[in-house]
T-cell receptor, first 113, second 116 residues
Framework: DTAVSQTPKYLVTQMGNDKSIKCEQN?????MYWYKQDSKKFLKIMFS???????INETVPNRFSPKSPDKAHLNLHINSLELGDSAVYFC????????????FGPGTRLTVL | AQSVAQPEDQVNVAEGNPLTVKCTYS??????LFWYVQYPNRGLQFLLK??????LVKGSYGFEAEFNKSQTSFHLKKPSALVSDSALYFC??????????????FGKGTKLSVIP
């Protein structure tokens, strides 16, 4: 069983479109994250949720809106996609807020044309 | 804010030789340090962590890391490299976000290439 899964794995879309990426974890964790990995492989946190409550919201354009319907899911919706949004987006989860080890999904490669 | 630095973009090592991937940290208080590995087109996988206790931490796939407080370093090591160890390695530090919550701040990554 996949611990942290993301869909889709690849996403190719035009500028200006709206798209969503879904994430699910079956580890029973209560904290979930979204990271962006750019073309230089630099990894930066975007959001974290604990028990469906937004905990971290780094400097991210408000075109990005996370939604957590329950503890096991954290989806990322992106409005008005721009070329600079092209990256690999990783979902992760952990137990609690103490900053322990995180378990990562396989990533979603977003390409904006 | 806490931070980690990985001074090498790339490390090349011959198969069978020992390998070291370097990481230095800058924290206030006691550091919580982590190593992750990313294989091509995959997500990050946890290797090991240091919170307290022995300075030598053992992790997955035969990796270990040595915490050195005086040098503020947390280098990743393996006695004998395998070609399958070739991947991107990230050092990370726990960083306090607000009261009671933390996040991980990652280094920029070091690409390890093990040459047959």
């Amino acid at each position: 069983d996949t611990a942290v899964s993301q869909t889709p794995k690849y996403l190719v879309t035009q500028m200006g479109n709206d798209k969503s990426i879904k994430c699910e974890q079956n580890l029973g964790h209560d904290t979930m994250y979204w990271y962006k990995q750019d073309s230089k492989k630099f990894l930066k946190i975007m959001f974290s949720y604990n028990n469906k409550e937004l905990i971290i919201n780094e400097t991210v354009p408000n075109r990005f809106s996370p939604k957590s319907p329950d503890k096991a899911h954290l989806n990322l919706h992106i409005n008005s996609l721009e070329l600079g949004d092209s990256a690999v987006y990783f979902c992760a989860s952990s137990q609690g807020l103490a900053g322990g080890e995180q378990f990562f999904g396989p990533g979603t490669r977003l390409t904006v044309l | 804010a806490q931070s980690v630095a990985q001074p090498e973009d790339q490390v090349n090592v011959a198969e069978g030789n020992p390998l070291t991937v370097k990481c230095t940290y800058s924290v206030s208080g006691n550091p919580y340090l982590f190593w992750y590995v990313q294989y091509p087109n995959r997500g990050l996988q946890f290797l090991l962590k240091y919170i307290t206790g022995d300075n030598l931490v053992k992790g997955s796939y035969g990796f270990e890391a040595e915490f050195n407080k005086s040098q503020t370093s947390f280098h990743l090591k393996k006695p004998s490299a395998l070609v399958s160890d070739s991947a991107l390695y990230f050092c990370a530090v726990r960083d306090r976000q607000r009261a009671g919550s933390y996040q991980l701040t990652f280094g920029k990554g070091t690409k390890l290439s093990v040459i047959p």
